[in-house]
């Protein structure tokens, strides 16, 4: 829950007559406070009192309405059949009634099981019900304040949209299962799609459905139920889409969808639990007693065989209702078949002359066919439990059951009779009936009279004439056959006219219709699934085929083969239905513990009410002016104006009371309420009845303890106080369900104090316009209220019920908001009563004297009603006349630190502290009276000077009278004069303290003249250093060097020598050998093609150009074994002189220095000792100091030629290097031989 408190609203009160007054106020707020709809067992259900006469709930029915509760505001119920889920639904309602929720409810259900409903909301819970199909559902209305309306499934899919505006707060959908097509088929029913938008649309607060089948047929029958679920709720389905769901649960065909994934058991399970509780018959733990139906078959008479011939014809011409009237009064007893004809010839539905040929027949019969099988019944029960033997008879004849009740009589057989008509007289019968051993053997009842009763002491029943409505004949047999029944086995005797249409027909098929209703539990599923449910879409339910077989076969046609058909579809319905029980057991297996869903039940306190409501109504009567007198059987005789009535607090199991009922729910009970609370009450007293008085006492006695004489007072503030009990109602609502709590707090006055103008100081009326009125501070009274452990309790179950239920919403935002708006919760509280005591606190100034002479002044706080000053200043001694009085006369002196009366003290001229005479000087600078800690003596003329005065020396410390002061032209500060110096730099003056003096001039001057070298640390003038210029770092002279590149004068660390030229120079002017790491200017070394440096030392010469250079950059010509400048050798290896390579293969023909190719020729022949030979081509090298020489080499007499290529030193006329030998061959020479 949120800690802030919402705010308190707050309305008139008015003063009660007396305590006595109060205290029924607030017993009528307590019994009109809204309960929360929170079960967490039986005894926080708020209905029992209005059933608990009438029906005995079983444990699990109990716990659907605590799983209800806790699911508000949707739950589906999917018990196994024949465990009671209308009980369980009427319990809901009930409760939801009893808490004021609900007041019209409508519950659609299939057509047959409508009366059902009605009779047992109305038998067992005493709700009144209407039903109400077709456009009659538009303007129908429960009728009773409280109470349903009961349709079909269709009527309502054509009329919802109509009937919103009736104002129902709640829906109940009974065989919810019918809307189980809402998905897997298309297109989907319109009744499914029609309840899915009104869900959708909230059309209804609360919603419950229920049914014994969730899967029929296929899985998409739950998913559909879980769909409308969600729907209800404002949830994302939690299967996800249909094609989802497909995917990941069914693992047959999407179309036939009855194999469910089994490693997806336990997810679905759990989903479905999460919307749907469940109880199996075995969980229940419940005995059902077994059912045998069995046919008493009797030989009609000559004359009912003649009255069957008799109605034969005519039957055929009449209309439907008159045919089933007719043969139903036929099967039923000559007698009612007599009365029957009589009343329809009277409104001349058929010729007299009909009613008479019967009269005639029936006036003249003796006992009855049935009859004589009766009696033959009875006296073999007679025999076999001869004082302990009962009989339930049914007939739906009035007739019938009078011509029982002679015949029984006539043999002395003790018989009582149930009808409608019996009243309390029905209610003797069945308590003589229950005797053991049995003042009532037998009990003859109609279907009117049954209603609501309880026949389970007989475990044999006999249908004297069999209903073509089913659930009739259930209704009928489940007076006896009921949960927890103390008998084994319950006999079911139809008695049936032999070889009649009752024999082959009716009760053929009734008979069969019986037998499976017991093994499946549920005859409306029975009749759905043998496709005899009448579902208002043209389909023939089974009464409407039972009159056809009957008027066909009286026709004299052969209906043996419709009826045989009719049988069988019934078989085989119960074994459809029993595989589909085993199917939804084995899907959705046992629900478990329902309490695990969820968040943890609130666990709300006990409502202790002070009064009960006997006590509070005879009260309340009495407080408004009635008389009251006391009658029998708790009755009170209640006189008022010459008005009577009897009231009464209990109903009466055995009857009505005449009077008025006031009990919890009831309107005359909430009416009494509503006028005891109309008017909110107060009960405080104003303690403060002299106040001026009061308030004057109080201040004399204070002034009377330290001797002083009373001058004044002045108020200054008034604060009204409140001790005592506020009664705050609190509510915290969500959207469908409230909770609201009377928390009484305790008030204490120093708590609850609240500050008023003086000028609004006035008693306390009659009327409390607000809290603040009587002290009461209704911030701190919220948050009071707000600790309330049930209000406490109930919002942290919402809240946590809010995070699900916004959780479940997915990812639609608007259904998040709807469902985060819906579940939280909203707390609001009012004062609604005040029971306590009023004063008043006053803060006032008082004047009085103290030595008759001089006037002080205290704050005191007086509560009046006590004569008592609560808030004073303490009494002390003066240290210096010894006197006691109050603190705030006294104040400290500021030299000696006594505490001595103020008039007693002398101000400071100066500061205005204050001290006793003795400690008051004269400042010798200004003349004025001061402390004598607020003077100094001067360091220069030793007089006392005030401290504020003096001037303090920023260099010494010293203090002195300001004249004595010079001003540093540097710093501003303020020194002594004999502390300043004169700058040689600038004639400025400066402290002394702050003196330097040039390492270059000598001069002295102000530390801020000066600049210091970056290298010494030494101080100089400007004007005396000099700046590096590559750092414009200063130093002193004589410190830089001269680069001998650039000629900068920089620090010597910037500066390297190379190893070359001993040279100096910035360093970014050297590089690095890459032979010997030597550095070395890069002017002066020698660069490879690749970047690298060497020194001209390192350099080494190319023979072919005679050039310096890198030895990087020299490769060997393996022609002549020469080095060779990488630059004139080929790219590809091995390296050669390109020029020779070129004249070799004829590429190149130059003819340099043809003037010396003899003397060539003749030193190579020589060193090849080949003669004639001749130069064929010379190409000139660039320092024009060698020739490449190609040279034609002649052999083996001229046969033979070669071609030698080398290098001539023009100079010295020799070869140098090797001569390679070689061939020619196609555009190509190859070398062959070289030679050194």
């Known amino acids: 829950m949120s800690n802030s408190s919402p705010p308190l609203q707050t309305k008139l009160l008015q003063r009660a007559k007396n305590s006595d007054e109060f205290n029924l106020y607030v017993a009528g707020i307590e019994w009109d406070l809204i309960e929360p709809i929170v079960i967490e067992d039986r005894d926080d259900m708020r209905s029992e009192k209005k059933w608990s006469e009438l029906l005995e709930p079983y444990y699990h029915q109990v716990t659907n309405l605590i799983t209800f509760c806790r699911r508000l505001p949707v739950t589906l119920l999917a018990d196994d059949v024949g465990l009671g889920k209308t009980i369980s639904a009427g319990l809901v309602i009930s409760e939801l009634m009893a808490r004021g929720r609900v007041t019209k409810i409508l519950i659609v259900c299939p057509k047959l099981l409508m009366f059902q409903w009605m009779e047992e909301l109305e038998t067992k819970f005493g709700i009144s019900s209407v039903i109400a199909t077709g456009r009659d559902l538009i303007k129908a209305t429960p009728p009773r304040e409280l109470g349903a309306v009961i349709t079909t499934y269709d009527s309502a899919r054509l009329h919802l949209e109509k009937i919103s505006d009736v104002g129902y707060e709640m829906l109940i959908l009974d065989e919810a299962h019918k809307l189980r097509n809402l998905y897997g088929v298309d297109p989907p029913p319109k009744r499914a799609v029609r309840f899915k938008q009104a869900l959708e649309d909230r059309l209804f607060k609360y919603v419950l459905m229920l049914t014994a089948t969730p899967i029929q047929n296929r899985l998409w029958d739950i998913y559909s139920l879980v769909d409308l679920l969600t729907t209800a709720r404002g949830h994302e389905n939690p299967f996800g889409n249909p094609g989802i769901f497909a995917r990941r649960f069914i693992a047959d065909a999407k179309t036939k969808a009855r194999q469910l994934v089994p490693s997806m058991k336990d997810e679905f399970r759990s989903i479905v639990y999460g919307y749907m509780s469940r109880v199996r018959r075995a969980d229940a733990n419940l005995y059902f007693p077994e059912r045998t139906v069995q046919l008493h078959k009797v030989t009609p008479t000559p004359d009912e065989l003649k009255l069957i011939d008799i109605i034969a014809e005519p039957i055929q011409k009449l209309n439907r209702l008159a045919q089933i009237s007719i043969l139903q009064a036929l099967t039923s007893s000559p007698h009612a078949l007599s009365a029957q004809l009589k009343n329809m010839a009277r409104n001349k539905t058929i010729p007299e002359s009909l009613s008479l040929d019967v009269s005639a027949v029936v006036d003249n019969m003796s006992d009855s066919a049935k009859l004589k099988g009766l009696s033959t019944l009875i006296y073999k029960l007679e025999a076999e439990r001869p004082d302990d033997w009962r009989l339930v008879i049914f007939t739906g004849r009035r007739e019938t059951q009078t011509t029982i009740e002679e015949f029984l009589g006539k043999r002395n057989i003790t018989c009582g009779l149930i009808n409608g008509d019996s009243g309390l007289r029905n209610q003797e019968t069945i308590a003589q009936f229950k005797q053991k051993p049995p003042d009532i053997h037998v009990i003859v009842s109609t279907e009117a009279g049954a209603e609501g009763i309880n026949l389970q002491a007989a475990n044999v029943l006999v249908n004297y004439d069999l209903p073509w409505n089913p659930m009739i004949v259930e209704q009928r047999v489940g007076r006896i056959q009921r949960l927890a029944s103390e008998h084994a086995k319950v006999s079911i005797f139809n008695i049936i006219l032999s070889n009649t249409f009752e024999e082959y027909i009716v009760a053929r098929l009734m008979e069969k219709l019986q037998m499976a209703s017991q093994a499946i539990g549920d005859v409306e599923a029975m009749l759905e699934a043998s496709g005899l449910d009448e579902d208002e879409n043209g389909s023939v339910d089974f009464e409407e085929m039972v009159r056809r077989l009957v008027v066909d076969s009286l026709a004299g046609k052969d209906v043996e083969t419709a009826t045989k058909t009719a049988s069988e579809s019934i078989s085989k319905a119960k074994l459809k239905l029993e595989e589909e029980q085993i199917n939804i057991s084995s899907m959705l297996g046992s629900m478990g513990d329902p309490s695990e869903f969820g968040p943890r039940c609130p666990s709300l306190p006990k409502l202790d009410r002070s009064m009960d409501i006997c006590s509070f109504v005879l ?141 609004s100081l006035k008693s306390l009326g009659e009327l409390i316009d607000g809290p603040l009125e009587t002290g009461v501070v209704p911030d701190l009274l919220a948050e009071k209220a707000m600790l309330d452990e049930g209000i406490d309790e109930f919002c942290r179950f919402y809240n946590e019920r809010m995070v699900q239920e916004v959780a479940a919403a997915g990812s639609d935002l608007r259904k998040k908001k709807k469902l985060e708006d819906e579940f939280t919760p909203r707390v609001e509280m009012s004062l609604v009563g005040l029971a306590g005591a009023m004063n008043r606190q006053i803060q006032m100034d008082v004047s009085y004297n103290i030595d008759s002479t001089f006037e002080y002044k205290s704050t005191i706080q007086i509560v009046p009603s006590k004569k008592e000053v609560i808030e004073a200043p303490d009494l002390f001694k003066c240290e210096s006349t010894g006197k006691t009085v109050p603190y705030d006369c006294l104040a400290i002196c500021d030299i000696s630190g006594h505490r001595v009366l103020r008039h007693l003290l002398v101000s400071s001229e100066e500061s205005g502290r204050k001290a006793l005479p003795q400690y008051i000087v004269t400042c010798s600078l200004s003349g004025r009276k001061i402390l004598s800690d607020e003077v100094e003596k001067s360091s220069i003329t030793g007089e006392l000077v005030s401290k504020s005065l003096l001037k303090t020396s920023a260099l010494s410390g010293k203090q002195a009278e300001p004249n004595f002061f010079g001003r540093c032209e540097f710093t501003d500060s303020e020194v002594l004069e004999d502390e300043l110096e004169v700058s040689q730099i600038s004639g400025k003056k400066y402290r002394k303290d702050e003196q330097l003096q040039s390492v270059v001039s000598k001069k002295t001057g102000h530390k801020k003249e000066f600049i210091f070298c970056s290298e010494t640390g030494q101080p100089l003038l400007s004007t005396e250093s000099e700046t590096c210029e590559l750092t414009k770092k200063i130093v002193v002279p004589g410190l830089l060097e001269t680069c001998e590149v650039s000629n900068k004068r920089v620090l010597p660390a910037k ?106 020729a003749e030193k190579s022949s020589t060193i090849l000792k080949m003669k004639g030979s001749r130069v064929d081509s010379a190409f000139l090298s660039p320092d024009k100091q060698k020739l490449a020489v190609c040279m034609e080499v002649k052999m083996w007499l001229g046969l033979k030629i070669r071609y030698a290529g080398f290098i001539f030193l023009i100079k010295d006329e020799e070869v140098i290097g090797k001569i390679s030998l070689g061939r020619r061959e196609k555009g190509n020479w190859l070398v062959e031989n070289s030679q050194s």
Request: with cysteine; hydrophobic share 35%.
């Open 619 to 759: 009260t309340a009567k009495k407080n408004f002016g009635s008389k009251l007198t006391p009658q029998p059987e708790g009755v009170y005789l209640c006189e008022l104006d010459d008005e009577k009535e009897s009231i009464y607090f209990e109903e009466k199991s055995n009857g009505r009371i005449d009077g008025v009922l006031y009990a919890q729910g009831t309107t005359a009970f909430e009416r009494l309420v509503s006028k005891v609370i109309s008017n909110r009450l107060h009960d405080v007293k104003d303690l403060d009845l002299d106040l001026e008085s009061d308030t004057h006492q109080a201040v004399q006695n204070w002034i009377s303890k330290f001797g002083g004489d009373f001058k004044k007072k002045e108020t200054t503030k008034v604060w009204n106080c409140f001790s005592g009990m506020a009664l705050v109602r609190v509510r915290s609502t969500v959207a469908h369900d409230s909770y609201e709590r009377l928390v009484k707090v305790e008030c204490l006055d120093q708590d609850h104090r609240v500050e008023i103008k003086p000028k």
């Open 1055 to 1160: 500066l390297e020598k190379s190893a070359f030229s001993g040279k100096k120079a910035l360093k970014k002017y050297f590089v690095s050998s890459s032979i010997s790491d030597a550095r070395l200017l890069e002017k002066e070394a020698v660069r490879s093609v690749n970047g690298n440096f060497c020194s001209p030392v390192e350099a080494k010469k190319c023979s072919w150009s005679d050039r310096e250079c890198h030895p990087d950059d020299l490769k060997v010509c393996n022609l002549t074994g020469l080095p060779i400048y990488i630059e004139y050798v080929t790219r590809k290896k091995p390296s050669q002189l390109e020029p020779l390579v070129d004249l070799l293969g004829s590429i190149r023909r130059t003819i340099d220095k043809e003037e010396i190719w003899a003397v060539v």
